[in-house]
């Protein structure tokens, strides 16, 4: 039989509920989804009432909690869970580590720690196999004490894991206030609403607490696809009803003894020679230089076998070099991939992949539509330098310097378009036409001279190969050398007659010099047309 008590039969059964046993525990398994392994348990209060039957804590806890009575009944739990902790060190039965929930009442009680420890030295139970649940909203209207608790806890040797996580509004920052050392992320705050959201909160949740190297318990998972999910994106710890409900003592000692046990491991290798963690300390020189880097920063990961990316952090530059009024939030939610088309989508992977072989920074250009609630949509292009800095199985970790070079290619592809203009203008016209790169010393001809002359599409070491093959003659050659010497040190135009080939025709040669914003010569576009007497007609160039 079971029926829900009111508020006046609760607490005037509490008492003889404690003194009879009829509050008791049930424990419910977190496993390792990878490995099928128990890591844990925690433990639950029950309250079997003579009269009314099972009671669950949704019904009773809020009313103890409201008359003052949890931080009792929940001492009375740890104790139970020490008396069971104590059995199966003394009967050979495998121990695992059995977490017990404190809650935000129970923080407010003076000298609460000290009384937990009390017990947990009357059992004798070693440090290791008892954990602490503090729920995030403990730390609601100020954090101070929680963090006080915390410290205390982690001073005697407790492992405390922060429960509920994902169901508060401050989630990611509480992070960096509160140190715990398991997160324990419930699937139900999140598996509602749009999932595609949920799933990416999911997500950034369980790598960003890869970058704080503190494991994750993904809790209240039903089904496959979901354990499957979380495995997926790098958490295989689970508690839930797809393992197991919560179950007496007499069924979790059966289980104890048929499964195998494993400790909780940190998730995630980070390269030594950057202490990554460091990033979330904000008192650290390294988020210092993160944040108040001069150029953009972001910190993402990238799953190599599914190929997804989720942006992590990213510094205030970084929105700047984006652009559009972005704020940091539009950007976190926002599908990398999704701004780039196949093409720029497969360079940028290609360095990815690139950086995770040579394990050094590697760079990349690409284009990608960025858009935003204030301005819009806009393409812009960035320069990505990357770097791997940690990985865990098949999800890399990276950090990468962002650069807006938009301007600068919108002027070369203007300067491209005008030239693939004028050269087919120059096909039409009888007009050579080639263009000499300052920094390569690369030549690339128009159709007409690789027609006319035989010239491949680039030429190296120009004007060498020129004077080689006579089409300038010897006795130009030191003047036309002189010539590249000259646009390499910013003279802006150059002209003469020269006469050309084997068959020294008189060709009106010109130079023209492309500068960038510093002055500096970049390219020089030539063109070469034949002089020709009013009187002449254009001869031939066929043969
Ligand atoms: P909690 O700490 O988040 O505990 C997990 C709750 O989720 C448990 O409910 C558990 O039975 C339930 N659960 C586990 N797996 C699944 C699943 O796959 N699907 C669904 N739908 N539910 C699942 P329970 O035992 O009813 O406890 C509810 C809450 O009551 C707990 O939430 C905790 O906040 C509180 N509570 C339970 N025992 C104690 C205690 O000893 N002390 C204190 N202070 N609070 C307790
Ligand atoms: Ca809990
Ligand atoms: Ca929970």
């Known amino acids: 039989m079971q029926k829900r008590m009111n508020e006046q039969e609760l607490l005037l059964s509490f008492k003889q509920a404690m003194t009879e046993s009829h509050i008791f525990v049930c424990y419910q398994p977190k496993m390792n989804y990878a490995t099928g392994r128990m890591i844990g348990a925690e433990a639950l209060m029950r309250w079997k009432h003579p009269e009314f039957g099972l009671q669950y804590p949704s019904d009773f806890i809020p009313v103890l909690e409201k008359n003052g009575l949890l931080p009792e009944a929940d001492l009375a739990v740890l104790e139970m869970v020490c008396r069971f902790q104590r059995k199966c060190l003394d009967e050979n039965i495998p121990v695992v580590p059995i977490s017990f929930n404190m809650s935000r009442y129970d923080i407010l009680q003076h000298n609460y720690v000290g ?20 729920t995030e909203s403990s730390a609601i209207g100020g954090a101070e004490l929680v963090i006080d608790v915390l410290k205390q806890l982690h001073c005697l040797g407790y492992t405390v894991e922060m429960d509920d996580f994902g169901s ?24 509602k609403g749009k999932t595609g959201r949920g799933g990416a909160i999911l997500s950034s949740v369980v790598q960003m607490s890869k970058w704080l190297d503190t494991p994750v318990i993904a809790e209240g998972v039903e089904t496959i696809e979901q354990a499957d999910y979380m495995k997926s994106i790098g958490c295989s710890y689970i508690q839930g009803y797809l393992f197991s409900k919560p179950i007496t003592e007499e069924e979790f000692i059966q289980k104890l003894k048929q499964v195998d046990h494993e400790p909780v ?32 920063a972001a910190i993402f990961s990238y799953q190599k076998d599914t190929g997804n990316v989720q942006v992590l952090r990213v510094n205030e530059k970084y929105m700047k070099e984006l652009g559009m009024n972005m704020c940091e939030k539009d950007i976190l939610n926002s599908h990398p991939w999704e701004q780039m088309d196949e093409q720029n989508h497969k360079i940028y992977e290609n360095t990815l992949l690139r950086a995770i ?3 050094d920074e590697e760079s990349c250009d690409t284009w990608r539509v960025v858009c935003s609630k204030i301005c ?20 890399y970790i990276f950090y990468t310097l962002v650069q807006n070079i ?26 050579y036409a ?19 002359l035989g010239l491949p599409p680039l030429l190296e070491n120009y004007p060498e190969p020129a004077i080689e093959l006579g089409i300038i ?3 130009y050659a030191e003047m036309y050398r002189d010539w590249h010497r000259q646009i390499a040190e910013g003279v802006e135009t150059l002209e003469a007659i020269i006469p050309l080939t084997v068959g020294r025709v008189p060709f009106h040669v010109r130079y023209t010099t492309e500068f960038d914003e510093n002055h500096k010569p970049l390219k020089a576009y030539a063109s070469a047309t034949m002089v020709v007497d009013d009187d002449n007609q254009i001869p031939e160039t066929e043969n």
């Not at 401050?170 to 598996?191: Q, T």
């Not at 320069?383 to 800095?389: A, D, E, H, Y």
């Not at 920094?439 to 006319?452: G, H, L, V």
């Open 115 to 134: 009384r937990i420890e009390q017990i947990r030295q009357k059992y004798q139970i070693p440090v290791r196999f008892l954990h602490v649940e503090i």
């Open 168 to 191: 508060g509004y401050s989630s990611l920052n509480i992070l960096k206030d509160l140190e715990v050392d398991v997160i324990k992320l419930d699937m139900r705050f999140l598996s």
């Open 265 to 296: 491991q940190p998730a995630i290798n980070l390269i030594e020679t950057m202490d990554a963690g460091k990033f979330w300390n904000p008192s650290s020189l390294e988020t210092l230089i993160f944040n108040h880097y001069v150029g953009g």
């Open 357 to 359: 072989q040579s394990n």
């Open 376 to 395: 819009g949509e806009d393409r812009i292009c960035i320069r990505n330098s990357l770097r791997m800095i940690g990985r865990a199985g098949e999800q």
């Open 406 to 431: 938009t301007a600068e290619k919108k002027r070369f592809e203007a300067i491209s378009d005008s030239e693939r203009k004028f050269r087919f203008a120059a096909e039409q016209a009888n007009i």
């Open 434 to 452: 080639w263009e000499y790169t300052v920094a390569t010393k690369q030549m690339r001809p128009c159709y007409r001279c690789m027609r006319d």
């Open 473 to 475: 003659p010897p006795d």
